[in-house]
């Protein structure tokens, strides 16, 4: 049977990507990755309610309409979710809160950093010779391999004479390794923290970032072999992180007792909002706990949003394939999808509602072709996609708007609703 033409526009990718501002969203949680079928989580929620969506329709092309859009706001989006809000719902608002400015160092660039890099290169420089031999065996900050992110917040209180050193941090983390009792050695890839510090119920927090990874042998490090050492490493560490009590210290003065640990909703240390999710209920897909949000759901979630966009994309435009770097994701890889995308229980404060939002790594290079893929997909041509073992339709749309004073430097941070 002769499939005929598809009269859509297909996306060029020597275009520039739309102007979307980005909304940070850097925040404590904590992982999943898990393969999604017809009875994934999503489906098996639905199993329990009633009013289920109809079955999805499977994705007709339609024309393109080049009438001027105008994006939903927050309000509007929200309407579509039947339920009156939570009183323990989250807002997200931006604070700008250091406890110690730290002094300007002499740089070319003209925006400061807002990691603490060059302060840390400057105390691990004065580090003894075994230390400095061991981060170099360690390859530290080859980011080029597959790793596992983690964080952690250590409180700042009014009568702390200094922040914790990177000495001091790499210690913690040398603790959480030890802890994992793992038959592979285990390297500390890279260590991020922010300048800025993550103020929580009036007490002000050094939040850092962590990678870790088993020690690459001289094998190539996409082996089999290795891969699935990353996936032991990564259960066996949410393991570890979601009972503190395994790493309390009896030294009642050690810092590892005050540090609250986590993960990042993406795989990565720092992530952007780029679209919001329509017509999936947070409450219904996460629960009605916010401060219970797992982020090995919230990443499941967004592998099945992943391949339900694959398989509309080969559908819509069959003549312009994806490119390279997004064909080569195997929908089953859950280490690559988690380090691209996940979703975020979201509520600004401009919606009545809290909503889904999906983030998208800030540093992956693979984040300006998959958004601008999905924008020409669900955005230019409203195309649906349908998750949950195709039994949801949803939409992913631009953020309608954008605090004035958010800037790359001042992430989203969590504050409750009163």
């Known amino acids: 049977m002769d499939i005929p033409p598809n009269t859509n526009p297909y996306p060029q990718w020597n275009y520039p990507h739309p102007n979307y501002e980005n909304t940070s969203l850097q925040m404590a949680t904590t992982l999943d990755t898990q393969q999604q079928t017809s009875d994934s989580l999503i489906a098996k929620i639905l199993q329990h309610t009633q009013n289920l969506p109809a079955a999805a329709i499977p994705t007709q092309t339609q024309p393109l309409n080049t009438a001027a859009t105008t994006a939903p706001t927050y309000a509007n989006i929200a309407s579509n979710l039947n339920r009156p809000p939570s009183p ?39 580090t003894d010779q075994t230390s400095k031999d061991r981060r170099r065996w360690e390859g530290c900050d080859n980011l080029e391999r597959q790793v596992i992110w983690f964080q952690l917040s250590i409180p700042v209180t009014a009568n702390t004479d200094a922040v914790p050193t990177i000495t001091e941090r790499e210690k913690i983390i040398d603790t959480v390794i030890a802890s994992l009792s793992l038959p592979f050695p285990i390297d500390r890839a890279s260590i991020k923290t922010r300048r800025s510090m993550l103020t929580m119920r009036s007490t002000q927090h050094l939040l850092t970032y962590a990678a870790i990874c088993s020690h690459p042998p001289d094998t ?52 952007n909002l780029c679209f919001i999710v329509d017509g999936l209920d947070p409450n219904l897909a996460l629960g009605h706990k916010p401060h219970l949000d797992d982020v090995r759901s919230q990443r499941e979630i967004a ?6 966009f694959q398989k509309t994309y080969s559908t819509h435009f069959p003549k312009s394939p994806l490119p390279p ?35 998208m790594s800030a540093n992956n290079a693979h984040t300006a072709d998959l958004k601008l893929a999905i ?29 004035p004073e958010q800037t790359s430097s001042h992430p989203w941070h969590r504050t409750t609703r009163t």
């Open 88 to 126: 323990t719902e989250q807002y997200w608002t931006t604070v700008q809160n250091q406890k110690r400015p730290t002094q300007p160092t002499q740089t070319t660039q003209t925006t400061p950093s807002i990691w603490s890099d060059a302060e840390d290169r400057k105390q691990l420089a004065q």
């Open 325 to 359: 770097s997004l064909t080569a994701i195997r929908d089953n890889d859950r280490l690559a999808i988690s380090r691209l995308l996940s979703v975020k229980r979201f509520h600004p404060k401009e919606s009545p509602k809290a909503l889904i939002a999906v983030a």
């Open 303 to 308: 592998i099945d949003i992943f391949r339900a």
């Open 220 to 271: 190539s490090t996409n082996s089999p072999h290795l891969t699935d050492q990353l996936y032991l490493l990564e259960e066996t560490l949410h393991s570890l992180l979601s009972n503190p009590a395994l790493l309390h210290s009896p030294d009642p003065a050690a810092l590892i007792n005050y540090c609250k640990f986590g993960f990042p909703n993406v795989n990565d240390y720092d992530e």
């Open 375 to 403: 924008t020409t997909l669900c955005v230019t041509n409203k195309q649906q996609l349908s998750i949950g073992g195709q039994i949801i339709n949803i939409n992913l749309l631009p953020p309608p708007t954008t605090p």
